[in-house]
Antibody
Framework: QMHLQESGPGLVRASETLSLTCTVSGYSISSAYYWAWIRQPPGKGLEWIGSFYLTSGNTYYTPSLKSRVTISVDTSKSQVSLQLSSMTASDTAVYFC????????????WGQGTLVTVSS | QSALTQPASVSGSPGQSITISCTGT?????????VSWYQQHPGKTPKLIIYNVNARPSGVSNRFSGFKSGTTASLTISGLQSEDEADYYCCSYAGVSYWVFGGGTKLTVL
């Protein structure tokens, strides 16, 4: 049974860089088509942040965050990472990692999410 | 990229059918058949209930169905049940490995 677990600081100061990790268990991280990060501000909708494709190593980011975000995958640790720089209050959200599937696109397995609050 | 347009809320009585629309553009919903729908109960993780416009993952009830015409996709839930009360999000491929979500629709079962 695949399990995704996000981890990282629950509180980040404005202007700092957020670093989150998603640990994948019960599944070979290399077998996914891609891994993605998605966020959800409190009481608001979902926003795709970006994806990392395993075969090519290519990354794709939503245009509004492209200059501040980096997604990477460490297959040796079975982890997917997210870095988001220059954090502001509008980046306060629950951050989810998710598996990208070629068979049942786009995101068929999600972590439980982790709330990140940006303090001023 | 702009979020896909969904009604903020819909409601229905148990046993009835409801439909949630999702309007995009020729660059996303209208460009291919990679439209999906997610169900999210309060405080829970989104769950994929429809992919590729009208396909259901294993284990998802056949009361959920999807459709697309042009730049508008829709999710229909038939035989409404109390456990269907949740937020629903559409999602579409928007080209070059980009994805865009709808703003979400709150379903209330009366």
């Amino acid at each position: 049974q695949m399990h995704l677990q996000e981890s990282g600081p629950g509180l980040v100061r404005a202007s700092e860089t957020l670093s989150l990790t998603c640990t994948v268990s019960g599944y070979s991280i290399s077998s996914a088509y891609y891994w993605a990060w998605i966020r959800q501000p409190p009481g608001k909708g979902l926003e795709w942040i970006g994806s990392f494709y395993l075969t090519s190593g290519n990354t794709y980011y939503t245009p509004s965050l492209k200059s501040r975000v980096t997604i990477s995958v460490d297959t040796s640790k079975s982890q997917v990472s997210l870095q988001l720089s220059s954090m502001t209050a509008s980046d306060t959200a629950v951050y989810f990692c998710a598996r990208g599937s070629r068979v049942t696109p786009p995101f068929d397995n999600w972590g439980q999410g982790t709330l990140v609050t940006v303090s001023s | 990229q702009s979020a896909l347009t969904q009604p903020a809320s819909v409601s229905g009585s148990p046993g009835q059918s409801i439909t949630i629309s999702c309007t995009g553009t020729s660059g996303d919903v209208g460009s291919d058949d990679y439209v999906s729908w997610y169900q999210q109960h309060p405080g829970k993780t989104p769950k994929l209930i429809i992919y590729n416009v009208n396909a259901r993952p294993s284990g998802v009830s056949n009361r959920f169905s999807g459709f697309k015409s042009g730049t508008t996709a829709s999710l229909t839930i038939s035989g409404l049940q109390s456990e269907d009360e949740a937020d629903y999000y559409c999602c579409s491929y928007a080209g070059v490995s980009y994805w865009v979500f709808g703003g979400g629709t709150k379903l209330t079962v009366l």
